[in-house]
């Protein structure tokens, strides 16, 4: 519930309370999904980028794929023409809920040769940028290195645009955050790591194993 809900259930149960049993029970024959990517057309339409952060993570999280979330912006159009649907696309770029980019696909096999060892900085996430799935890179020490997939375990978000805080990472879809030097998740409790990739150093060369 909003801020603003929770102040008026407050200040004004017995409106709040009908608002709120309106809500609960107006929609009775739609799934969440179909609930949430609905939210995504009439936020944009409306134009609230409040509304838009609220809800459209939600529709990610009961199952919309991201193409189907793009799909629900696009479906706003004709009510709310073209610049509230390109500030929506903004916004939920932002947020990683948009399908990426496609990229070409490379005409050699990938490299395996992430770059030298040195050049990739100390206690910080490096984010590369790859055709075969991106990757963070993080020195934990002078020669302690380690490889994950770029992939959020949570739901796949990229964390290439996560908030990197030296330490660790934070999603910028749901907060789920993970231990850089580890990968282990430390925020939820007990959720699933970051993926770690296997490599090795060879001449001072960061390889894929
Ligand atoms: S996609 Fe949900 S926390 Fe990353």
New binding site residues.
Partial sequence: MSKALTYLAKTRPEAATHLLGFYKHSVQALDDKTRHLIQIVTKVTVGTERGLRQYAPKALKAGASREEILDAVLMAFPAAGLNKVLDAIDIMREMDLLPEIPEEAPATAPQRNLGALEDFPLQRMHSLRRADGDLLVYRSGVDSVVVYSAR?P????NLCRGTDHGTHVE?R????TFDLATGRCLQPEGGAGLQVIPTLVQEGQLVLA
């Avoid at 879809?173 to 789920?176: A, E, F, I, L």
């Fill in positions: 959020c949570h739901s796949k978000a999603c879809v749901h907060n789920w």
